[in-house]
């Protein structure tokens, strides 16, 4: 596989793509958060956030069969936290299934369950570890 230079999230449409040059290389299916409309504003709101980022670290060892950190909260959702009094939350991935409850993906992946990450089945889990490289930008759209 091409090594894609972008991933997009439409949230709407539950889809991650993996980009190269403005073109889409490749579509993936996607569950969001229990809350997923809007952007997040705090801790436990079970929204995934929108906006640019980075893809800034993977970790193979974590709680869900891979996963990649995405850089939530930025500069502007940390002040809009202040504003508001409230913790902006963080720890948001692109990840698998829950270790353990693999089996439960083909029931799983038709319902928002998250507490705001992008999860995938384990299988285009491999396919996006493989292909992203840490440090490239994700967009994540309403």
């Not at 929108?50 to 909260?73: F, Q, V």
């Amino acid at each position: 596989m091409v090594r894609p230079d972008r991933v997009v999230v439409k949230k709407s449409e539950r889809k991650l793509y993996l980009m190269r040059n403005g073109k889409i290389i490749k579509s993936y299916s996607i569950v969001l958060g229990a809350h997923p409309e809007g952007h997040k504003l705090q801790k436990g709101d079970e929204r995934t956030p929108e906006g640019c980022y980075i893809l800034d670290h993977k970790n193979a060892h974590s709680s869900y069969y891979k996963s990649i950190h995405i850089s939530y909260p930025n500069r502007a959702d940390r002040e809009r936290a202040r504003k508001a009094h409230v913790n902006p939350g963080g720890a948001i991935m692109i990840h698998g299934q829950k270790n353990g409850l693999e089996w439960l993906s083909f029931i799983s992946q038709y319902f928002d369950w998250t507490d705001g990450c992008i999860a995938l089945t384990n299988k285009d889990m491999d396919e996006i570890w493989n292909a992203v490289k840490v440090g490239t930008t994700i967009e994540i759209l309403p």
